[in-house]
């Protein structure tokens, strides 16, 4: 018998596959049963609140597993510049084309502008997950000597240049803008 960790975790990458590729209110439940190959009653089991709760918990596992894997990227270098480029390095080698189309974690930009509107509480945990990213940042910029208040504009920044970076790979099937914002982040950092 499949441990129920396992069933909840199917779902939840179904769904952010599915979210992903045709966004979260072209998703619908019956969908994400049937592509997860589990049982209804097994989704609801685990999600009785529905779609919204669905999207909850895969923005936290998205939140959770990028937090980790950002620290991990970032850790090792010992400037801004480097620790940001190692960071669009890490996403330019993982988001290559299968990556774009088959794996990976739940969209919080898309998800967010689809839904900012009409759920608030998927809002909050979109913004709680950007607001963790940012801190990370902040606090790598910061043991790096920037000071409090540059390295909180170029926290936000940076996430700003990384979801564009996302958007524009996605609409291009290409990894190159992660590329070219590597290159400019020097600029960005010796001003």
């Not at 969908?31 to 923005?59: D, M, R, T, W």
């Not at 790598?140 to 390295?151: D, R, T």
């Amino acid at each position: 018998m499949e441990p129920k960790k396992d069933t909840k975790d199917i779902f939840l990458k179904t769904a952010s596959r599915l979210f992903r590729h045709q966004g979260y209110h072209a998703t619908g439940m019956n969908q994400i049963i049937k592509e997860s190959n589990k049982p209804k009653g097994s989704l609801y089991h685990f999600f009785p609140n529905g779609k919204e709760e669905l999207a909850i918990e895969a923005v936290l596992m998205t939140k959770k597993t990028s937090a980790e894997h950002l620290k991990k990227t970032i850790e090792p270098h010992n400037s801004p510049v480097e620790a940001i480029q190692a960071l669009f390095r890490h996403f330019e080698k993982e988001l290559d084309i299968n990556y774009i189309k088959e794996g990976g974690p739940a969209p919080i930009g898309l998800l967010t502008l689809e839904t900012a509107s009409m759920s608030q509480e998927l809002r909050s945990v979109c913004r709680g997950t950007y607001k963790e990213w940012q801190s990370i940042l902040e606090q790598k910029f910061i043991n790096c000597g920037l000071s409090q208040e540059v390295a909180a504009e170029k926290s936000v920044t940076t996430l700003v240049l990384m979801e564009g970076a996302v958007t524009l790979s996605i609409a291009n099937q290409s990894t190159e803008p992660f590329s070219i914002v590597s290159k400019q982040l020097v600029h960005l950092f010796n001003d």
